[in-house]
T-cell receptor, first 112, second 112 residues
Framework: GESVGLHLPTLSVQEGDNSIINCAYS??????FIWYKQESGKGPQFIID?????DKRQGQRVTVLLNKTVKHLSLQIAATQPGDSAVYFC???????????FGSGTKLNVKP | DTEVTQTPKHLVMGMTNKKSLKCEQH?????MYWYKQKAKKPPELMFV???????INESVPSRFSPECPNSSLLNLHLHALQPEDSALYLC???????????FGQGTRLTVV
């Protein structure tokens, strides 16, 4: 299940299940979004991106959905594996400002 | 070569010390970034260099001084830091600013 509190929200899933990580972004003028994966002790790693003229984009085992009406972004991971355990951040790029703001992050815990 | 290399990986410094963090990329990227990340928090943008010129300074205290000697190198000079400056310092680069950024593994800085 998912828990949200003062600390990093955590999503715990069983290996093989699908995972959905959500992100609410702040600025309706943001036009480019990226999902990053950060493993312990490492820098963020690019997973997938989407521009504001799209609603959905698919990669290998991952799908990003963008709902501009409610300023919501989601990352779907199919057949989640233990190697997917990490903290996931969404990042939004504000049009014409050329700098990325990161969301607060969700920790994904995959149980074998 | 799709790497952003940061040195050192770990650094312990006193409050009166002067030290530098280094970042290097050979992907031909013309935008480079410094981010600061505290534990269980998202990365926070500090500086953006675009075509070797400082384009964004997110109101960072002057005890942090960035430098971009050429298109492949980015330095962060540190002087008179405080213990609360202890964090993971991440360097990133992108083809142009506002595009997908590749991150290094970071320098774990401890100020004593």
């Amino acid at each position: 299940g998912e828990s949200v509190g003062l600390h990093l929200p955590t999503l715990s899933v069983q290996e093989g299940d699908n995972s959905i990580i959500n992100c609410a972004y702040s600025n309706s003028a943001s036009d480019y979004f990226i999902w990053y994966k950060q493993e312990s002790g490492k820098g963020p790693q690019f997973i997938i991106d989407i521009r504001s003229n799209m609603d959905k984009r698919q990669g290998q085992r991952v799908t990003v959905l963008l709902n501009k009406t409610v300023k919501h972004l989601s990352l779907q991971i199919a057949a989640t594996q233990p190697g997917d355990s990490a903290v996931y951040f969404c990042a939004e790029n504000l049009y014409n400002f050329n700098k990325f703001y990161f969301g607060s992050g969700t920790k994904l815990n995959v149980k074998p | 070569d799709t790497e952003v290399t940061q040195t050192p990986k770990h650094l312990v410094m006193g409050m009166t010390n002067k030290k530098s963090l280094k970042c290097e990329q050979h992907m031909g990227h013309r935008a480079m970034y410094w981010y600061k990340q505290k534990a269980k928090k998202p990365p926070e943008l500090m500086f953006v260099y675009s075509y070797e010129k400082l384009s964004i300074n997110e109101s960072v205290p002057s005890r942090f001084s960035p430098e971009c000697p050429n298109s492949s190198l980015l330095n962060l000079h540190l002087h008179a830091l405080q213990p609360e400056d202890s964090a993971l310092y991440l360097c990133a680069s992108s083809h142009r600013d506002g595009e997908e950024a590749f991150f290094g593994q970071g320098t774990r800085l401890t100020v004593v």
